[in-house]
């Protein structure tokens, strides 16, 4: 009886076993890759920021906190970072706002939903270099749409340098994020829209409240979990931007656009040095985390208080 | 946490199936609201393909119509076109973008489809591992590139377009876990017991009974990856260095084009490198909003 019992029960086990193992074998290459992104970068930039590296040397000396001394004198390196959470700020609540209130707008296509929906993702789709591109040819000051425009209002007119003054160059590219990333956020916001319950809606109906009123006391509150979680994964898209600012101003005019990103990518490879790109990379994901951190933690409270 | 992403997806799925339509919001359906609402979609759609047409326009203006203040074209100056192609080499960057995204498409999928398998229905490392995988996204790409940039000089993978679609792979591994985990969670569990009733191992029953049930998710997955591969460009921009290896992105945003003379040209050249994308756009479209809302909204 005794061995039966036994036997059933490794038999039952020998799978659940051999499961646990193939698992944790299924999960090697996602680690690798995670190191090989992520920790491995992380180890060596907190290893050169305290040395003298160069793009073909590394390691020549250590200099302790003397890369870090250095970037909190050099002028660029702090401003660079409050530019980064400007920019990031800046065209995560722009791009949010423009998003939600066209997906607040989208059940009115009902019909035509789909050509809509297809025509309101081209920027998202766009190459953000390709972006860049058409946007600097609109913005520019001879032949550019924006200042034909103005030419053709009052002909003669200086024009306007939109990507060659301040602060409207940091302003454009702002825009030009923004207008990029609305899509993405329209497309997050109708979603949740769309998980709205159709009762409560139906009680105001009852009810007779307005339009105005709906939104506020309803489709407001319901939706705020949701619109901070699309604001938080837009916060942390937009400390990565790069390409705009590559293409569209290089940095300037001055170092007006030169967001962290940008500066940490000069450092590197055009000063070569490594170790002060590494200070300025350690440095820069303190700053992402301290932005990023508490606003997560808005946003589990506000899903908390909503479920 | 699992819940919420199930019905989530469901809600997502409701939203892109054909024939379901966006549910009509009782107590805004009043004339004056809806006529308000249209106005405002005829400006957002405005606004997001006039760069574009203005591009197309742009590509067929002679330099002359440039400096002048006109619209449109006075004449279709189709030497743009054959200029730029003349001048870079157009097809060759076009090539290596397609063959880097679809080099990085089949390697974050081989890595992360057994990964949200272990994750989702064997349940390895508890709740945890997901949360590990996808905060490695979190970080902005150029943390990496200093130390990335060293590994695969190293490694001896500069300017291969095989080596920067393994690096651009590995870079999307972390999105890809995320955004297919909510398609593993929706499938019930039962169906895992069945497999393994009828005496399928993990391995078979990922292969030949979870993955065709995930096929769309799958799809989704591998369009969004592709485009975000194929859009990227700080990392072609350091891994690749010569023209014959450039991408698309790389190619275009070094073009020395900053006078007039060259709008045409530069526009002709964009376009090119934008019309694949919105064909995959058009054409996948339906798989793309849902892999795009897919885990994102709770």
Do not use: H
Request: charged share 10%; hydrophobic share 55%.
């Amino acid at each position: 009886m005794s061995t039966v019992a036994t036997r059933t029960r490794q038999v039952v086990r020998r799978p659940a076993r051999r499961a646990a193992w193939t698992g944790r074998a299924m999960l090697v290459p996602a680690v690798f890759a995670v190191v090989v992104i992520a920790v491995y970068p992380l180890v060596f930039s907190v290893a050169a920021s305290l040395s003298d590296s160069s793009l073909g040397q590394q390691f020549t000396d250590w200099v302790g906190g003397a890369n870090y001394a250095a970037l909190f004198t050099d002028g660029v390196t702090l401003p660079s970072l409050v530019r980064s959470v400007v920019f990031a700020l800046a065209s995560a609540i722009l791009a949010l706002v423009g998003g939600s209130v066209v997906a607040l707008c989208l059940d009115v296509s009902v019909r035509s939903g789909r050509v809509l929906r297809v025509l309101l993702l081209l920027p998202l789709m766009t190459p953000p270099v390709m972006a860049a591109v058409v946007w600097r040819l609109m913005l520019a000051p001879t032949g550019g749409l924006f200042n034909n425009v103005i030419q053709t209002i009052s002909p003669g007119a200086e024009p306007f340098l939109f990507l060659g003054s301040s602060p409207a160059a940091m302003i454009s590219v702002i825009a030009v994020d923004a207008w990029q990333w609305a899509p993405f956020c329209a497309l997050l916001v109708f979603a949740a829209l769309q998980t709205l319950p159709s009762e409560v809606y139906e009680a105001a109906q009852v009810d007779g409240a307005g339009t105005l009123q709906v939104f506020r006391r309803i489709t407001f509150p319901l939706l705020l979990p949701s619109l901070l979680t699309a604001l938080l994964l837009k916060v942390v898209l937009s400390f990565k931007v790069f390409d705009l600012v590559f293409v569209m101003t290089g940095g300037g005019p001055g170092f007006d656009t030169t967001v962290s990103s940008y500066d940490i990518y000069r450092s590197g490879f055009q000063s070569f040095d490594i170790g002060m790109a590494a200070a300025q990379t350690i440095v820069f994901l303190v700053l992402v985390t301290i932005v990023i951190v508490p606003l997560n933690a808005v946003r589990q409270r506000a899903q908390k208080g909503a479920s | 946490m699992s819940i919420r992403t199930a019905v989530s997806g469901d809600a997502t799925r409701a939203v892109v199936l054909p024939g379901s339509r966006p549910r009509r919001a009782p107590g805004s359906s009043s004339r004056a609201i809806s006529s308000l609402k249209w106005v405002v979609l005829v400006v957002a759609i405005l606004l997001a393909i006039t760069p574009i047409l203005y591009l197309i326009a742009t590509s067929f203006k002679s330099p002359d119509d440039i400096l002048s203040t006109r619209i449109l074209p006075a004449r279709f100056a189709v030497e743009n076109w054959a200029s730029a192609m003349a001048n870079w080499p157009i097809f060759t960057y076009l090539g290596n973008s397609l063959l880097v995204a679809g080099v990085a498409v089949v390697v974050a999928l081989v890595i992360a489809v057994p990964a949200n398998y272990a994750i989702a229905r064997l349940r390895v490392g508890g709740g945890q591992t997901l949360l590990l995988i996808v905060s490695a996204y979190i970080a902005p790409p150029v943390v990496a590139i200093v130390p990335l940039f060293l590994l695969v000089r190293t490694a001896g993978l500069m300017n291969s377009p095989f080596g920067l679609g393994l690096v651009e792979g590995l870079m999307l591994t972390p999105v890809a876990v995320w955004l297919l985990d909510g398609f593993f969670r929706s499938i019930p569990g039962e169906i895992d017991e069945a497999a393994q009733l009828d005496g399928c191992g993990p391995v078979r029953t990922l292969v030949s009974v979870l993955l065709p049930l995930i096929t769309p998710g799958l799809a989704a997955v591998g369009i969004i990856v592709f485009i975000l591969v194929y859009n990227d460009f700080l990392i072609p921009l350091l891994l690749t260095q010569t023209g014959s290896a450039q991408t698309l992105p790389v190619g275009i945003a070094l073009m020395q084009g900053g006078r007039e003379v060259m709008f045409g040209q530069m526009a002709a050249a964009s376009l090119t490198g934008i019309i694949p994308v919105y064909l995959l756009a058009l054409f996948a479209q339906r798989w793309l909003i849902g892999g795009l809302t897919q885990g994102s909204v709770k």
